[in-house]
């Protein structure tokens, strides 16, 4: 959590808060690769999502952590659509499932740093593909080229980032996309059909939502025999 591609997770101190009450009850039984899953759960469920049944058992890894590893697992900003499906194709995951995985932006921000690439990339009208022309230019106000390049500046993905929601597919079907998959995704054949299913159906997207996420969080995990069960998260037993 600490990769550099995650600089925006802050609080990262209340998974060992949540750890040492666990243990108080339970010593050594829950991992803390479940509770951060289960406190993603009880995230999405908080802010209005779906309320999401999800295996447990995984354990911890008892090797030490590479930050260089965990940001090369990560998408970068720049991701397409090809990319996205191949990265969530490993995971097991549908098209559909991908595209509704996606719609996890509709919490939270968009840094600054990941955005000024994609504004600086102009099609034949000198415009960025996909993308208003009044939203590329209030992006181009909050978010100048060769200024802001610190998590300090952000801008919303959508106007109800406290809530999870399907405004996000709605977002992106009016230009208002902020990263390239944003807008590839409305434009590509394999995915247009469920950005504009999801964006009419949010109980429809709750429900691709909840199986993308069991999916995602149950792939490459260590379970039975394999790794520990740390007591601390961030230290290795």
């Known amino acids: ?71 090369s697992l990560l998408p970068s900003a720049t991701i397409g659509v090809d990319g996205m499906l191949q990265l969530f194709a490993k995971k097991g995951m549908t098209v559909e499932e991908s595209v509704a995985i996606m719609g996890a932006h509709t919490l939270g921000v968009t840094h600054c740093l990941n955005i000024l690439n994609r504004l600086s990339r102009l099609d034949q009208g000198g415009r960025v ?54 807008a590839e995704m409305v434009m590509d054949p394999r995915t247009a059909l469920a950005v504009k299913r999801f964006a009419a159906d949010q109980d429809g997207f709750f429900q691709a939502f909840s199986s993308a996420f069991v999916k995602f969080s149950s792939s490459g995990v260590l379970s039975g025999n394999q790794g520990v069960v740390r007591k601390i998260c961030n230290v290795l037993d």
């Open 129 to 182: 593909e996909g993308m208003a022309p009044m939203f590329e230019a209030f992006l181009r106000i909050n978010c100048p080229q060769g200024s802001l390049t610190s998590n300090a500046s952000f801008v919303l993905n959508d106007p109800t980032t406290l809530t999870f929601d399907n405004h996000y597919y709605n977002n992106v079907i009016r230009g208002h996309g902020v990263l390239r998959v944003d």
């Open 1 to 71: 959590m600490a990769a550099g591609k995650n600089f925006g997770i802050r609080k990262r101190e209340s998974i060992n808060i949540l750890k040492s009450i666990v243990e108080l009850e339970c010593p050594q039984q829950v991992s803390c690769s479940d509770i951060l899953v289960l406190t993603a759960r009880e995230a999405v469920s908080a802010s209005g999502g779906p309320q999401i049944k999800v295996p447990l058992g995984r354990r911890d890894s008892s090797v030490p952590p590479s930050y260089k590893l965990a940001d």
